[in-house]
């Protein structure tokens, strides 16, 4: 059962209402704005109950049930995550990536070898994402070991795209600090223009990734915020799970 709230959910922010302001004793109009925003608004979002005791016995199972879920509940680019990585201060790093496949190795995307994620996991080849769903107030944690599949994957993965995602890959220097944009809009023309004349071309830079769990935590919001956390974790090759505070 979903709690309706007892005054109904402001409207977001308009630009123009809400900026950031300076320091004060008085909360901006930003975080005014900020506070009348709500989490899980019962207009848009359903709270599943969800039985942590019922869940499969590994992680793989259970997000591939999630997802499916959300994808049928209309939830807007389910298929993007939160990668987080870190340098080699092991000062972190985060971007959205696209999620490509999940199977028993692991959660799969792509990306060039040379770009600051890249560089980063050359170095320190261990990873986080994160998914956000809010339709089903739900988040999925990963974290674990990065690897890197052979070249044909990730050129067998690219070419099943769109000509605009060969485009994007061929445009190269992700990343690398761009002079000006028309710089990027001539490069990008030449692009289009190669993955439509050699819809094969080789994007050697372009990468396949796979983050091999080690741990993966699952979140249902719940409206009295007794949110269920379950976290499995890989212990001698097996999946062991708990429970964990909100
Ligand atoms: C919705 C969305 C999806 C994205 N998907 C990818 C992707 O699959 N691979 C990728 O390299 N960059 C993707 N990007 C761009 C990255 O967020 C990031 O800007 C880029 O990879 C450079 O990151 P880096 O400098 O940390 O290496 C995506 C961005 C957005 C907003």
Do not use: C, N
Request: proline content about 9%; overall charge negative; hydrophobic content about 40%.
């Amino acid at each position: 059962m979903i709690e309706r709230p007892a005054q109904p959910p402001s409207q977001p922010p308009s630009r123009s209402s809400a900026q950031p302001s300076e320091p004060s004793s008085q909360p901006s109009e930003f975080v005014e704005a900020l506070r009348g925003l709500r989490v899980w608004d019962p207009r848009v979002s359903a709270l599943p109950l969800f039985d942590p005791a019922a869940a499969p016995a590994e992680p793989v199972a259970l997000f591939a049930t999630w997802f499916g879920e959300v994808v049928a509940a209309g939830e807007v680019e389910p298929h993007t995550m939160s990668l987080a990585t870190a340098d080699a201060e092991g000062r972190p790093d985060v971007r959205t990536v696209m999620l490509h496949d999940v199977d028993a190795r692991g959660w799969h995307f792509a990306s060039h070898s040379g770009s600051r994620k890249g560089r980063q996991l050359a170095a320190l080849p261990y990873a986080s994402l994160g998914f956000y769903w809010p339709l089903l107030g739900r988040q999925v944690r990963v974290r674990g070991r990065v690897t890197v599949e052979p070249a044909e994957v990730a050129h067998a993965d690219l070419h099943t795209r769109s000509t605009g995602a060969l485009a994007a890959a061929l445009v190269g220097h992700q990343s690398e600090v761009l002079s000006s944009y028309e710089e990027l809009e001539r490069a990008s023309e030449a692009a289009w223009a190669r993955a439509e004349r050699e819809p094969d071309v080789a994007v050697p830079s372009w990468t396949a990734y796979v983050v091999e769990p080690d741990e993966v935590e699952f979140f249902q919001g719940d409206a009295r915020r007794r949110h269920v956390r379950l976290d499995y974790r890989r212990e001698d090759g097996r999946w062991a799970t708990e429970l964990l505070w909100p």
